[in-house]
């Protein structure tokens, strides 16, 4: 009998630690989740902004992915104005403490044409936009997740 008991109190033990480490891995997860979500839709704002000020007739944005490249940044695909013809390649790097500013590769003959100028040095950064226009610098800048896959 006292051979059962003490196993009975380990098997307890036990369980309440998986059960303890099990709860930590899931709000950790969530957190994680959320904090992505976060970082995408700050990033998309960014994104928005960059377009609404350096394109011609800009109406919309669409994101059709958002990935984690090798190198630590992010890769964003899209298009705009609802037309898949007008697709965009942003990328966000370590540079500009992993917030968009501004590197966008596209089509010169389809997207390229909407753009206000035609140099690419000469357009506006969503970092001087915020800065220019006193836009809340809160509303557009995320720490990216620590975690990604989540």
């Known amino acids: 009998m006292r051979y059962t008991m003490k196993k009975t109190k380990k098997l307890k033990i036990i369980l309440i630690i998986l059960i303890t480490i099990l709860t930590f891995i899931l709000i950790c997860g969530y957190l994680s989740h959320k904090n992505k ?3 995408m839709e700050t990033q998309e704002r ?3 902004l960059y377009f609404k000020y350096n394109i011609n007739n800009y109406k919309s944005m669409k994101t059709t992915s958002f990935k984690k490249d090798p190198m630590g940044g ?7 104005n609802n037309n898949k013809k007008f ?3 942003a990328l ?3 540079t500009n403490n992993y917030q968009f500013n501004g590197d966008v590769g596209y089509n010169p003959k389809t ?3 909407l753009f206000k100028k035609d140099n690419p040095k000469n357009m506006l950064n969503p970092s001087d936009i915020i800065k220019k226009h006193d836009l809340d ?3 557009y800048e995320a ?5 990604f896959w989540f």
């Open 37 to 39: 979500i976060n970082y």
């Open 46 to 48: 960014r994104i928005d």
């Open 74 to 80: 992010y890769f964003v695909k899209g298009y705009i």
């Open 87 to 89: 697709y965009f390649h």
């Open 92 to 94: 966000i790097t370590g």
């Open 111 to 113: 997207l390229g044409k």
């Open 137 to 139: 610098k809160t509303k």
């Open 143 to 147: 720490d990216p997740p620590a975690f």
